[in-house]
């Protein structure tokens, strides 16, 4: 690992050598930027991890990247902008081979439709973070050079712009000049989350790329909709199997809550996945007994790296299947956050509904409504923006059926 934060590749274009060597040359040069990822749920580049990117821990494009390149000699600034969100690199810039060059990068990217996602630190006093590069860049000939900012401090700075910033460039809707705040430091009790304001990554989320993207996905739809979170939703309906004060793959929740941690974890998979698949594949952060057979589930390759991988794919019905909903045969109040992400895949995935409708969804069910935003009415209110969203009853009810989603009172 290249502990000076560098790592520089030159590739010439047109050669601009004077023939003496003292002469200063002026060379257009484009500085391109890469993130070192450190996540812990991917795989290597021999044994890729699951899904369809990022799927191992080599450099990142640092799409989008906010960057400085500055003349030593005066303390005067080239460029101060932000890099291309498709090849993290800085328009042509004219550079005299005599001068040296500070080039710094920040913890802050702008992305499509001028979104902006900002890394900070401790949110008592926040500032972004920066390295310095190289102090001393001085260019050689016209062409393309590349720096890299390696993570190898305990803040997973680079892997956490990496995550944040690839879960906003493959998802972003008609979102327009939004800021994501994050925050690498955790909530209460060093949890990740996403406060209505702002994304906290614990210690275990920092380099979780699922979690990373989960907390995003919360963001996103808070922004996309304009509406808070998912009103007076709470944890622990009954338990099943999973935490009772709190939410998982294999826990009953109350219908909101369900819904509001499923439509996150579908935000997550499909910045991970390509919806081209019908499945798609997820990586959790402890094993689950899906089919309650007594066998913890869930296919980990690494047993130095304890995640285990589950599939998006249809007709598991977990909640009805497994859950003991006080003798109910179709508890009308419940949910599952699992039994949501794979319903929405599927409209995703196999009804080739976009990430944009989805949200336009979420916003037209209008979950800030303190009245008519229920656990008994959620479903039935989401039902209603889907049809009037274009999609038919017939599509959503026959998903809405093979996965178990369809929990709702009776007027």
């Known amino acids: 690992m290249n502990k000076t934060g560098v790592l520089m590749i030159v590739i010439l274009t047109t050669l601009g050598f004077s023939s003496k060597n003292s002469s200063a040359t002026e060379y257009d040069v484009n500085i391109c930027f890469w ?3 450190a996540f812990s749920d991917t795989g290597t580049i021999q044994d890729p991890g699951v899904g369809d990117h990022f799927r191992n821990n080599n450099y990142k494009i640092a799409r989008g990247a906010k960057v400085k390149v500055t003349r030593v000699f005066g303390n005067w600034d080239v460029f101060f902008d932000y890099v291309d969100v498709e090849s993290g690199c800085t328009p042509p810039l004219t550079l005299n081979s005599i001068w040296n060059y500070r080039i710094t990068i920040y913890s802050e990217a702008k992305l499509q439709n001028s979104n902006i996602v900002k890394l900070r630190n401790y949110w008592e006093a926040p500032s972004l973070y ?37 879960s906003l460039y493959r998802n972003h809707g008609d979102t327009y000049f939004e800021t994501f705040y994050v925050y690498n430091y955790g909530c209460d009790g060093d949890i990740s989350a996403f406060t209505g304001e702002y994304i906290c990554l614990g210690t275990a989320g920092r380099r979780r790329r699922f979690s990373m993207a989960h907390e995003m996905g919360h963001n996103f739809i808070y922004l996309q909709a304009g509406v808070g979170r998912a009103y007076g939703y709470d944890y622990a309906s009954n338990e099943c199997e999973g935490p009772v004060d709190s939410h998982s793959f294999d826990s009953q ?3 909101r809550a369900a819904a509001w941690e499923g439509i996150a974890q579908f935000y997550s998979a499909s910045v991970w996945n390509n919806e081209e698949e019908t499945n798609c594949d997820f990586d959790y952060y402890r094993a689950v007994d899906m089919d309650h057979d007594g066998d913890l589930d869930g296919e980990n390759p690494d047993p130095w790296n304890p995640l285990y991988i589950y599939s998006c794919d249809y007709g ?4 009805d299947s497994h859950c003991d909903a006080d003798d109910q045969e179709n508890p009308p109040t419940l949910g599952n956050e699992f039994d949501w992400l794979r319903f929405w895949w599927d409209l995703h995935a196999r009804e080739d509904v976009s990430i944009t409708t989805i949200s336009h969804i979420w916003e037209e069910a209008n979950p800030d409504d303190e009245d008519g935003w229920t656990d008994g009415t959620a479903y039935l209110r989401l039902r209603s923006a889907a049809i009037s969203n274009g999609i ?15 929990h709702y009172l009776e007027d």
Do not use: C, H
Not at 316 to 319: A, D, I, L, W, Y
Not at 393 to 402: G, K, L
């Open 253 to 255: 929740e109350f219908q």
């Open 316 to 319: 598991v019905q977990f909640m």
């Open 392 to 406: 038919s009853a017939n599509t959503w009810d026959y998903w809405a059926a093979q996965n178990g989603v369809d």
């Open 35 to 37: 993130y070192e990822a």
């Open 130 to 166: 920066a390295r310095v590069l190289s102090s001393t860049f001085k260019p050689n000939a016209n062409g393309f050079y590349f720096f890299t900012w390696d993570d190898y401090d305990a803040d997973w700075v680079p892997t956490i712009a990496a995550g944040t910033g690839f």
